[in-house]
């Protein structure tokens, strides 16, 4: 078992921060002075939060892109040891088709993350209420402005609502995957009853990986384990279009059938979902939501010995393209295994107020910060996205994406599979758009230091 350096290790790669401080502000903030950004980094290195703190106030964590550290004078010969995905940014042509960010998720259209509004670093900023928040991000605020180093590109605010449900309306965070070395799967065993305990490398740079191997660990010049208790971050920010995903449902389930009520549609967006509002699991509980007006975390089932066909859950349905379980092929075992080296831990958050009415468009903007680590964001992140959420052939489907977040074309279509034959329901519009994104590197504490040192 991994021997977890928690006082070099940002607090955030370690927990979410969600249950003692549901309210955040992420601030994107581009260097517009090297010298100066170096010796405003200097001043808020001492507020970050590590693996060993306990704090109950507010948590500071950063990020930073692969531009900003070219600013800090990174040559190509200490870039080189980083991922090329981090290397590149997530805006590349490539980068592109492997996350589907064509038409109106292109680049081009983002409000932040482009080359129009470019960003370099990212504070996350956690606290235990509104009060103490807007507290800490003014006096943040005014030392940024105050540094002449940095400024301030956007400011997200997030945060969780008090039932853990997304604006879709559906149970979040739930089977994440625990870190070996950091006892959350004794925690998570007894708050769900059931954990997946991926080895340490899966998400701290430096440490062995479900394949019994060590991620490359990014190196410079005088700091040859620069990367060591590090990971890289993905950020994106997706606007869930609520009133189109509830009234497509509706529409769909009287098509379905003539008669068809609220149960119906629950029932049809819980297909595509592949979990019910409660958030308990449709390979469990394939013909009603157990905890309609509560929550279930079960978290403990698997798809290969009771639906291996999907007839409870949908092959295709979000839960199963996102973590396929030991469904992946024939083999549960290989499956199992397999998917295992392609996990990612979550740690977003909401945004925007929860609407009242989710079949009218109140012309609000809300969704989900997208936030997740993992060592490797080509095995894990890059290769869900595209091995898995938008692959049109994913586990012998014909022409399906993902039905909540995929890739779409104008004929986009979605399979409930069902015996003596399957549904299939078609021309599934966006029900999300991205509005921003970038890769990030979130260095252990050792390597902030050497950040703020002259190269």
């Known amino acids: 078992m991994a021997s977890l350096n928690f006082s070099d290790i940002q607090g955030f790669v370690l927990s979410s921060y969600a249950t003692k401080m549901p309210c955040a502000n992420y601030l994107l903030l581009k260097v517009t002075d090297v010298k100066a950004c170096k010796a405003w980094l200097g001043s808020i290195i001492p507020q970050i939060t590590t693996g060993t703190d306990r704090k109950n106030d507010f948590s500071l964590n950063i990020a930073f892109c692969a531009t900003a550290f070219r600013s800090f004078g990174f040559t190509e010969a200490d870039m080189i ?3 090329a995905a ?3 940014g997530m805006i590349t042509e490539t980068r592109r088709q ?3 960010d064509t038409g109106n998720n292109k680049p081009d259209n983002w409000t932040w993350g482009n080359d129009k509004r470019g960003v370099d670093i990212l504070l996350l900023l956690f606290a235990i209420d509104e009060t103490e928040l807007k507290k800490k991000l003014t006096a943040l605020e005014a030392g940024i402005l105050e540094s002449g180093g940095v400024e301030v590109v956007q400011s997200l605010p997030a945060g969780r609502q008090p039932d853990s449900k997304e604006h879709f309306g559906f149970l979040d965070g739930i089977g994440q995957p625990t870190i070996e070395g950091t006892g959350q799967k004794e925690r998570q065993l007894t708050r769900t009853g059931h954990a997946t305990e991926l080895k340490a490398g899966e998400f701290v740079l430096g440490y062995e990986n479900e394949m ?12 040859p384990e620069f990367g060591k208790n590090g990971t890289y971050l993905v950020f994106r920010q997706i606007e869930q ?3 189109r995903f509830w009234n497509y449902v509706k529409e769909t389930a009287i098509t379905i ?3 068809a009520g609220v149960a119906d549609q629950d029932k049809l967006a819980a297909k595509m979902v592949g979990r019910w509002k409660s958030g308990a699991p449709l390979a469990e509980y394939p013909d009603a939501d157990p905890a309609p007006t509560g929550t279930n975390e079960e978290n403990n089932f698997g798809f290969a010995a ?5 007839a409870k859950c949908p092959i295709g349905a979000h839960i199963r393209r996102t973590n396929p379980r030991d469904s992946l092929f024939d083999d549960p075992k290989m499956s199992t295994l397999t998917v295992r080296r392609h996990r990612i831990i979550r740690r977003g958050r909401s945004y925007g107020h929860r609407t009242e009415d989710v079949y009218t468009d109140d012309r609000e903007e809300r969704g989900l910060h997208f936030i997740c680590i993992n060592s490797n964001i080509e095995r894990q992140f890059e290769f869900t996205q595209q091995t898995w959420v938008n692959n049109l052939n994913f586990a012998a489907l014909d022409h399906e994406t993902d039905p909540l977040v995929g890739q779409r074309d104008p004929n986009s279509m979605f399979s409930i599979q069902g015996c003596p034959a399957r549904t299939r329901i078609h021309n599934l519009p966006d029900f999300v758009t991205i ?3 970038a890769y990030f590197f979130m260095p252990g504490m050792a390597a902030l230091l050497e950040l703020v040192k002259e190269r």
């Open 81 to 83: 040891s980083f991922s």
């Open 86 to 88: 981090f290397q590149e």
């Open 98 to 100: 492997i996350m589907g």
């Open 212 to 223: 019994q191997k060590i991620d490359p660990l990014p190196a410079i010049a005088g700091a």
């Open 241 to 243: 279009h609520v009133h």
């Open 257 to 259: 059938n003539a008669q």
């Open 306 to 310: 009771n639906d291996q066909s999907g």
């Open 435 to 437: 509005k921003g994104g």
